[in-house]
């Protein structure tokens, strides 16, 4: 029986044990339905929630595959549609699928939804995934063709030929494989030269004679610098003393050994006094100019050098004859002879460390219209240490 209150429209509902449904483009059927919607998607059956915003997706109690088109809501107790077309599943179902060809056909039951078996579906490919890809790490680890081989130290360094002034040494270069773009020369840590990776040796100029030098050699290949060679030490040459550069301010010593018997006063075995060597050359041995001072006089002599020996005379007014209110200088000669004994490096040169000799002041005789004093000479020993 028709129940005169619904609506004559095409979206009509039936009543129950009604017949066949109208042909509507979207008719809700089932048993207890409500009211028909006022849009195109219909109500659903029996315990059915609120019908999607998309057409004709909800479906009655029992309902039986859910249709083909984008948008079909699915079995008993589904919860409420989501805003997209067609995405809400059965009841227990998982997340919704990713778009409209991926869903799943519904059942007639709970707990049987499409959903499940998708799910299963995706962990089995996330499996799937991560065994291919830990086997591509693998096969990484394993076979890793675009990887160089490590740059090798220098190794074998030695010493070559030296000098006073200059050391040479080398090294072997890698056994197998291409040589380095270059090899860094590294002293005391620094960086001091570099040569060609076809070049194992290496020639250091410009030392201080008599000297320890320590040397490291590194590879360098596309940019990339290998380990250190372990450190080579080497020694330049000593030169003989006799190339010892006497030169600088002395304190010396003056002791006198033959003749004090004719000086008066305290002191006149031995003293100390300052004298300075200046070599008239710009480097190396040569004749040096002598100035310094003896009995709080001051002399100069120029010293002639043959090898190790300096020889030279001058004359001085070292002592005076008489009272001092109205004493007269003596001018004496003296003589010096000098031998350098030591050297030692220092700042690159050669220099004299220790030297002796021996100073003899010979006095002529003088006299004033009172006194007068009679010729002496005395023999001295000199000696200083830089």
């Not at 008719?27 to 057409?55: E, F, K, L, Q």
């Amino acid at each position: 029986m028709t129940n005169p209150d619904w609506p004559d429209g095409p979206h009509d509902g039936v009543g129950y044990g009604a017949g066949p449904p109208p042909d509507g483009a979207a008719d809700g059927v089932g048993y207890g339905a409500g009211p028909p919607m006022d849009g195109a998607g219909d109500g659903v059956g029996y315990g059915a929630g609120s019908p999607p915003d998309w057409p004709g997706d909800g479906v009655g109690y029992g309902a039986g595959p859910p249709p083909d088109g984008a948008g079909d809501g699915v079995g008993y107790g589904a919860v409420s549609p989501p805003d997209w077309p067609g995405d809400g599943v059965g009841y227990g179902a998982g997340p919704p699928a990713e778009s409209p060809a991926d869903r799943a056909p519904g059942t007639s039951g709970p707990g049987t939804s499409g959903g499940h078996r998708r799910r299963r579906r995706g962990r089995g490919g996330y499996a799937a995934l991560a065994v291919v890809l830990v086997a591509l790490v693998a096969g990484v680890v394993i076979w890793a063709p675009w990887r160089k081989p490590p740059l090798l130290q220098p190794t074998g360094l030695a010493a070559g030929a030296r000098t006073t002034s200059s050391v040479a040494f080398h090294w072997s270069g890698p056994a197998t494989g291409p040589a380095p773009d270059n090899y860094l020369i590294l002293h005391n840590g620094k960086v001091i030269s570099s040569v060609p990776g076809t070049i194992t040796r290496f020639r250091s100029t410009g030392l201080a004679p008599d000297t320890a030098y320590q040397y490291r050699v590194a590879a360098v290949q596309g940019g990339k610098r290998s380990a250190l060679s372990p450190v080579l030490t080497v020694n330049t040459k000593s030169p003989p003393v006799s190339a010892a550069r006497w030169q600088g301010r002395w304190t010396v010593n003056i002791r006198i050994t033959k003749g004090a018997d004719a000086l008066r006063g305290t002191g006149a075995k031995g003293w100390t006094e300052a004298w300075r060597a200046s070599p008239a050359c710009p480097a190396g041995p040569c004749t040096v100019q002598l100035t310094g001072g003896l009995n709080r006089q001051t002399f100069k002599a120029t010293l002639t050098r043959t090898g190790a020996v300096y020889t030279g005379t001058t004359t001085a007014d070292v002592f005076r004859c008489g009272k001092p209110a109205d004493s007269v200088p003596i001018k004496s000669t003296l003589t010096i002879r000098v031998t350098v004994t030591t050297a030692q490096p220092v700042n690159r040169a050669w220099l004299a460390g220790t030297w002796t000799g021996q100073m003899e002041i010979s006095s002529p005789y003088a006299s004033t219209s009172t006194f007068y004093c009679k010729a002496f000479t005395l023999t001295t020993l000199i000696s200083a240490s830089f």
